[in-house]
């Protein structure tokens, strides 16, 4: 980072400037990074981010997505589309090359996928041997996330251990792993939904259209909205409704739920998020629902 201070850049200017100090960190000192990118809009923003790290050269790594086969199209339409945009590798995994290996058991048929993407990143970072995973969480998000640091150290079974962390003083990052072991790096650790929304709205970032507010046919579960699909039909005595809703994250369908919205523009879902009372992950994920440590134990277990 220059020697500009926080206090003489703008706020979006100084948490960019840390998010592209970071990236040239991971880029710096691990052999084999990867950007972790879903299509979805926090990944959006990390390549931006590279590009302002990196260009006019090519990124110093490819770029990957773990699938679990049941991705809204229009997301994995648009990274398909934005990966030859910038003319970068796109390594993708899926979970039902997993499943076909044996490595992954549903329950049953209906089960989610989601959680079992653990499994196939840590077989594409042996695959590929990547040392780093730099990818788009954030600390607002969830608890286990708000505890977890930039550079979140992984051991030989991918595992995180949130009682062994190494310390990050004054910004300074260290993502250095013997073989075997891996990083998970999180530039925008430290940015807020509102952070991301109007660093889209400030850079004119494309997104995929579920972002913004479209009609779509959902069933009431509680407080969440679960859109019917052919993945996840509506069940007898199930109510179903055409409610004009978007997608604040995305992404497996069984378990990404969208929210009643009537905003169409980066600029109205900028409002909209200034007023919301419910955070991202608690407003839309089905599986963080059964228990207030399931993405800690998910991540102990080699989730992102």
Known sequence: MSTLTKQTLS???????EAIHIMREVAGQCERPVLLFSGGKDSICLLRIAEKAFRPGRFPFPLMHIDTGHNYKEVTDFRDKRAAELGERLIVRSVEDSMKRGSVV??????????????TLLEAIAEFEFDACIGGARRDEEKARAKERVMSFRDEFGQWDPKNQRPELWNLYNARAFKGENIRAFP?????????????????????????????????KGTLLQPVTELTPAKPGDVVEEVMVRFRTVGDITCTAPVESTARTVEQIVVETATTTITERGATRLDDQTSEASMEQRKKEGYF
């Open 11 to 17: 706020h979006l200017d100084w948490l960019e400037a």
């Open 188 to 220: 925008i650790s430290n940015w807020t939904e509102m952070d991301v929304w109007q660093y889209i709205e400030r850079e004119k970032l494309e997104l995929p259209s579920i972002y913004f507010a479209h009609t779509r046919p959902v069933v009431r």
């Open 106 to 119: 549903l329950k049953s048929a209906d089960e989610s996928r989601n959680k079992h993407q653990s499994v």
